[in-house]
């Protein structure tokens, strides 16, 4: 039993916000795989299907992202679900630039408070989690205020693109394994080469 769950706060005023870029992934597998995430329980938004022809529960805590290690951990123990290798964790990342992701299978919380608290909650940090770049705070800016605003329209057209390559990514680590999916998804994208005219390669 494979337990995804992307974080992000549940208030409406933070729909579609940095920070909850991880709810955003839960919708796109839901949406592919006919899952109703509907369901309140575990102090989360919850849903039961089959993804990569696995049993699933999509996650989306109602926490807000500080204490999403409770929801995570209550679901985990409810479900029997292995942590280390069947517990799925989708989180921003100002660390990467938007439309890249990182897949990992372990680390430290980098400073997101979201998995500060899941560390918490499970004791250790060996849990798979996939880190969506939401590009790096402008100078002087105050990160909360970063992360709980919303992306510029060319970020946007990164992120939809981000969001269903991940969402193929969460799929390939059930089906083939976390490893798999690391050799596939981590490789950085270049851009393309511009001549001296200015048009790309």
Known sequence: M??????GNPDGKYRNTRHNIGFEVIDSIAEKNDIVVGEK???????????????????????YMNLSGESIRSVI??????????????????????????????????????????ILHLGHDEFIRVRMGV??????????????????????????ESIKRATLAIETIIAEGADAAMNRYNARKKPPKKHENGESQ
């Open 41 to 63: 329980k575990h102090k989360a938004v919850i849903g039961k299907g089959m993804v990569a022809g696995e049993k699933a529960v999509l996650v989306k805590p109602l926490t």
């Open 135 to 160: 590009g790096e705070k402008p100078p002087k800016m105050d990160l909360a205020d970063y992360v709980l605003g919303h992306f510029l329209p060319e970020e946007r057209e990164l992120m939809t």
């Open 77 to 118: 123990d409810f479900y029997k679900a292995d942590e280390k290798s069947e517990l799925i964790v989708i989180s921003d990342d100002v660390n990467l630039e938007p439309g890249q992701f990182r897949i990992r299978k372990r680390g430290s919380d980098g400073g997101h408070n979201g998995l500060k608290n899941i």
């Open 2 to 7: 494979y337990i995804i769950a992307g974080l």
